[in-house]
C-alpha cells in the first residue's frame, strides 16, 4: 500500500541545537516534495519544495533533503529558537496532476 | 498572503443536518481543494477541483459533495451531517499543472462540530 510517514509525533530539543524531521513514502514515485509549519488552530503555511533531482535546498535556517533511493526526505533547522516550535508537515504528489497528501506532521517543542 | 477565506469559521450543528462551508479566493487559481484535518491522521484530502465544473474525488469523499460554478468559490456540503464529520475542514489554493510550483496556500480553517 502507499504510506507517507513522519517518523516522530513529538520532537523536542534545547534551543541551538539542530532539529531533523524525516518523512519516508513507501510506493510512490513522487516528482517533488513539499515542507509545510502548521501552528496551532491555523492553516498549514508553505517552507520548501524539493523536486526528485535535486539532493538538497536551504533556506535560511532551514534544509531540506530528498533521497528518492532511501525513499526519505530530511529536514533540517539549525540554530533552533523556541519560535520554531509547531508542528511540521510533509506532503508529495503521488502522480502528475493529482493533489497533494501529507504524513501526519511531526510537533516540534524548542525549549530555552 | 494568498487571498483565501473560509466561512463559517466556527460552526456547531446536530446529527442529521445539512451544511455547507464556503471557500472564496481572489487569486484566480485554477485549483481548490478541500481537507479535513483529525487528530492521529494528519490532513486528508476530500475532494478538490482543478477548474470550474470540474471536480474529483480524494481519500475521504464519502459523506461530501462540492461545487464550483465559479473559478473563486468551491463549497464543500455535508448532506447529512454526523458526528464523524466533526472535524477541522481547510481549504486551499495553488499546486500542480504546468509551470506551477506546486505549493499550497491554505485557509485559516473552519471548525465544525457534530452533536
Known amino acids: 500500500s502507499q504510506k507517507i510517514e513522519q517518523n516522530s509525533e513529538a520532537l523536542n530539543i534545547q534551543e541551538g541545537k539542530t532539529a531533523t524531521l524525516t518523512c519516508n513514502y513507501t510506493n510512490y514515485s513522487p516528482a517533488y516534495l513539499q515542507w509545510y509549519r502548521q501552528d496551532p488552530g491555523r492553516g498549514p503555511v508553505f517552507l520548501l519544495l524539493i523536486r526528485e533531482n535535486e539532493k538538497e535546498k536551504r533556506k535560511e535556517r532551514l534544509k531540506v533533503t530528498f533521497d528518492t533511493t532511501l525513499k526519505q526526505s530530511l529536514f533540517h533547522i539549525t540554530a533552533s529558537q523556541p519560535a520554531d516550535s509547531a508542528t511540521y508537515l510533509c506532503?508529495?504528489?503521488?502522480?502528475?496532476?493529482?493533489?497533494?497528501?501529507f504524513g501526519k506532521g511531526t510537533t516540534l517543542s524548542v525549549s530555552s | 498572503d494568498a487571498g483565501i477565506t473560509q466561512s463559517p469559521r466556527h460552526k456547531v450543528t446536530e446529527t442529521g443536518t445539512p451544511v455547507t462551508l464556503r471557500c472564496h479566493q481572489t487569486e484566480n487559481h485554477r485549483y481548490m481543494y478541500w481537507y479535513r484535518q483529525d487528530p492521529g491522521h494528519g490532513l486528508r484530502l476530500i475532494h478538490y477541483?482543478?477548474?470550474?465544473?470540474?471536480?474529483d474525488k480524494g481519500e475521504v469523499s464519502d459523506g461530501y459533495s462540492v461545487s464550483r460554478s465559479k473559478t473563486e468559490d468551491f463549497l464543500l456540503t455535508l448532506e447529512s451531517a454526523t458526528s464523524s464529520q466533526t472535524s477541522v475542514y481547510f481549504c486551499a489554493i495553488g499546486g500542480s499543472g504546468g509551470a506551477n510550483t506546486g505549493e499550497l496556500f491554505f485557509g485559516e480553517g473552519s471548525r465544525l462540530t457534530v452533536l
Open positions: 506532503a508529495l504528489d503521488p502522480q502528475a496532476g493529482t493533489a497533494l497528501i
Open positions: 477541483s482543478y477548474g470550474v465544473k470540474d471536480t
